[in-house]
């Protein structure tokens, strides 16, 4: 079973490699369809049904510092920073391929995501995307866990999401997801979990909006020391590109990450500063 998740996904990111003409790097309004329900890749944690356009190259690199909750000592969590770089590229107007690398368990990533279907003005209301994941944990150390196997290190993420644009000002998005982690760090969690994400963004004016997403683990163990994850952001778009600046309980951005390993809690201050830095190519 193990490795049929590997194959299974790993097909997925690499099974289309056809490409398009050039297009610009955020998206415009046309008469039939519904083309910026959302202008970055994600929401906060979860993915948004945007793709990076055909033909184009984005170099993304994400902070989420520490706990703000030990005040001016760590500089409110500056002192202790999770880095991923991301590098991604457009292969057609409807799919694109990742690779990254997260600080946390310093998890490598290759993933892709698909858009099956485009809101219209009259007709289909929703637009749909699919996100597929592979993750390699290279931090479980074999001298801990003598009977560590190369499959062990191993997570996968199906995520489907369902946007919509309701007004010019509000967008909104459901992503019921499907993820396995081949070794948990929690014993009595089930291996293969599940959740559904909940996003929103709010247009406050023609460059600024505030973002929401929140995961429902459906699936957690009894007894679990880990919480769901909430994050408040907004994004900032200056000339086609956006600065994303967040809060979250979470300190992991991967999606195995953030939804199986949230440990902040916003009512006693444990919750994480990030910010997210595009350089399109």
């Not at 969590?77 to 694109?96: E, K, P, S």
């Not at 509000?170 to 559904?196: E, K, M």
């Amino acid at each position: 079973m193990k490795y049929l998740f590997t194959f299974l996904l790993c097909f997925m990111v690499f099974s289309s490699i056809a490409q398009d003409d050039l297009l610009e790097g955020f998206d415009k309004e046309d008469d039939k369809k519904v083309l910026s329900t959302w202008k970055s890749l994600k929401v906060v944690n979860f993915e948004t049904t945007k793709l990076v356009a055909p033909k184009e190259f984005q170099l993304i690199i994400s902070h989420r510092f520490g706990s703000v909750e030990n005040g001016i000592d760590d500089l409110f969590g500056l002192d202790n920073a999770n880095t991923r770089f991301q590098f991604v590229y457009g292969l057609t107007d409807w799919m694109h391929i990742e690779a990254s690398r997260s600080g946390v368990n310093k998890t490598y990533q290759l993933a892709s995501k698909f858009k099956l279907k485009t809101q219209e003005r009259e007709g289909f209301p929703f637009t749909i995307a699919l996100f597929t994941g592979v993750d390699v944990n290279t931090q479980l150390d074999k001298s801990i866990y003598p009977r560590l196997e190369f499959i062990d290190r191993l997570g996968y993420t199906i995520q489907l999401i369902i946007a919509k644009k309701i007004s010019k000002k509000f967008s909104a998005q459901l992503s019921p997801t499907l993820f396995h982690q081949n070794f948990v760090s929690f014993d009595p969690q089930d291996n293969t979990q599940y959740a559904l994400g909940l996003g929103g963004r709010y247009k406050l004016s023609n460059r600024w909006s505030l973002n929401v997403d929140y995961g429902a683990h459906l699936n957690r163990a009894d007894s679990s020391p880990y919480v769901n994850p909430l994050s408040v952001g907004v994004d900032i778009e200056t000339g086609g590109h956006v600065f994303q600046l967040h809060f979250s309980n979470s300190q992991a951005m991967l999606t195995n990450g953030f939804l199986s390993q949230a440990t902040g809690d916003w009512a006693d201050g444990r919750f994480f500063f990030g910010f997210n830095l595009v350089r399109v190519f």
